[in-house]
């Protein structure tokens, strides 16, 4: 029982490791998200503000700086909903490896009860013995 003990700690603390691992994925997608959020934010606030256009070459540099920004805006957004799916997917797996993580510390909970209830029960047994050797040796003193 010692060894299957020991078995499913070892199994514990893999499982332990890769929720780790797994979270921090999550933080570091976060941060990709979020890093993407603030570059969208960025370009629009590039986008909202103008120029002088006095001549026509002003505005149509003005136009297609604009549109540059848009494309990228375009990009950025991609991205995000890229990043976000990605963050989604990694958020289940954490669920999944957080939920694995529990049961097994639930089975070494369990085990370890049940060989405390062993040990409690082979303790009974050796003073139950003690006793039941000390009444025949006081009985056979009488």
């Known amino acids: ?5 020991e078995t499913l700690s070892r199994l514990a603390d893999v499982r332990g490791q890769k929720v780790r691992e797994l979270l921090n994925r999550v933080q570091y997608q976060q941060t990709l998200c ?5 570059n969208i934010e960025g370009l629009k606030r590039l986008c909202s503000s103008g120029g002088s256009m006095e001549t026509s070459l002003q505005r149509d540099n003005q136009q297609r700086y604009k549109s540059t920004l848009y494309r ?13 799916q990605m963050l ?4 289940r797996e954490l669920q999944a490896a957080m939920r694995s993580e529990k049961i097994v510390h639930h089975v070494i909970d369990t085990k370890l009860e049940q060989w ?8 009974q047994k050796i003073q139950d ?14």
């Open 129 to 142: 013995g003690l006793a039941t050797q000390t009444w025949m040796q006081g009985r056979a003193g009488l």
């Open 34 to 38: 979020q890093r993407y959020r603030y």
């Open 88 to 91: 989604a997917r990694i958020q």
């Open 72 to 84: 990228m805006m375009d990009l950025q957004h991609r991205e995000l909903a890229t990043a976000e």
């Open 1 to 5: 029982m010692k060894q299957q003990i």
């Open 116 to 123: 405390q209830q062993v040990l409690a029960r082979q303790e």
